[in-house]
């Protein structure tokens, strides 16, 4: 028997990994990846401040910590060929699809990028699951990473993944339509039409977990060798807000909050995603299309900024919280506010992580690392920052 886990070199995709080859001793598990994010992060002009390594390392590190189960398969998902190879060859009875290009910022570059991300996202999904379809894999459990940001950032709570119509005295439950705010998300939400269709048609057991923003740098696999360790992104493409606030706060700027600060979005600890990832391969397959909300709670940015100043200076750091102006068209005050009961109770009972704790092991983990953020500090800290401090 096999698990395939897409994605298998990525942030969340390398920790997961090795999370559910613990959890499933004997199971093969199957890495499959194109190192891409790699690709990506180096066309930005940036690199992982945690120094990652090669397959091979990881691997040979994995062995020698007891994961003698995981193989890893490079290869591009946009391949047909490619995916029905490695679904005659190992035949998984439940895929896991972390892989995508997951950065808005990259796919807003320009419409090269809106179209490689479209593409790359869309294309790879539709692949595994019509390999399933041909291969007679039907009974394949098939769970994948969305994100959150499917569902824009509408005025009320967001329910997990359907919501309830009534319209000239009828009803029904339809999933919630998508309202993305980027070309990235924009890839998902199509991403969520094909399993929706994929379930409809052939019955495939489907579950759409609705990734939020992840932090943190270290799990409880990661953390044993060096050579284990996920990459950690800090630049305005790939880097979420708490990386690049912990790289300003770590290289001496200041915390640059954009406008108010007084968002709230949905996050998660890289802990708590992984070991929700595990826990949603042992679902049993229903012929149902199952939508958790992947998230911990939401978190406003002024709480972030003010979490990383604490916990830097109990690290002996100066650090500051300075708002600039928003260059981004988007309210400021909203408060992006979503149902997870569903998800704490089956997929996540037992949460390790709050967003304290999840910075303090960013700040501590990227520590010995503060030359190679200061030597790339053009890549987190805003251009307007950057010239008042040559000048002064």
């Not at 200076?313 to 569903?342: D, S």
């Amino acid at each position: 028997m096999a698990i395939l886990i897409t994605g298998a070199d990525g942030y969340i995709g390398w920790p997961a990994t090795l999370r559910v080859a613990r959890e499933f001793p004997e199971e093969r598990i199957v890495g499959v990846d194109n190192y891409a994010r790699r690709r990506w992060v180096e066309e930005v002009g940036s690199v992982s401040a945690v120094p990652i390594a090669s397959t091979n390392e990881r691997l040979k590190a994995a062995w020698e910590h007891g994961y003698r189960n995981i193989s890893f398969i490079e290869g591009d998902l946009c391949d047909r060929d490619f995916v029905n190879q490695l679904y005659v060859t190992y035949r998984p009875r439940i895929v896991l699809h972390l892989a995508a290009q997951p950065s808005a910022p990259y796919s807003e570059i320009s419409g090269e990028r809106a179209n490689y991300t479209q593409h790359n996202n869309t294309q790879s999904t539709r692949n595994l699951l019509w390999g399933l379809k041909e291969n007679n894999l039907l009974d394949t459990l098939f769970v994948e990473t969305t994100t959150t940001g499917v569902y824009g950032a509408p005025e009320f709570d967001i329910p997990e993944g359907y919501v309830e119509i009534e319209r000239n005295g009828r009803r029904d439950t339809v999933i919630f339509p998508g309202m993305a705010g980027s070309w990235y998300h924009m890839s998902k939400c199509q991403d969520v039409n094909n399993l929706w269709l994929a379930n409809r048609q052939w019955k495939l057991s489907v579950v759409d977990l609705r990734t939020a923003i992840t932090y943190g740098t270290t799990t409880d696999d990661t953390a044993k060798d060096a050579r284990l360790a996920t990459r950690f992104d800090f630049d305005f493409y790939f880097g979420v807000v708490v990386n690049r606030f912990a790289a300003q706060a770590l290289s001496g700027f200041p915390i640059t909050v954009y406008g108010k600060g007084a968002q709230k979005k949905p996050y998660i600890g890289l802990q708590d995603a992984v070991d929700s990832i595990a826990a949603a391969a042992h679902r049993q397959g229903t012929g149902k299309f199952e939508i958790f909300n992947q998230t911990s709670g939401p978190v406003g940015i002024g709480e972030i900024a003010e979490a990383i100043e604490n916990n830097a200076r109990e690290m002996g750091l100066r650090v500051e919280v300075e708002h600039i102006e928003n260059p981004r068209v988007e309210k400021e005050e909203h408060q992006m506010v979503m149902e997870n009961q569903r998800f704490i109770s089956e997929l996540l009972p037992n949460q390790r992580v709050d967003i304290d704790a999840g910075i303090r092991d960013t700040l501590e983990s990227l520590a010995p690392y503060r030359d190679t953020l200061i030597a790339y500090k053009d890549r987190f800290v805003p251009e307007q920052l950057l010239r008042r401090v040559a000048v002064s």
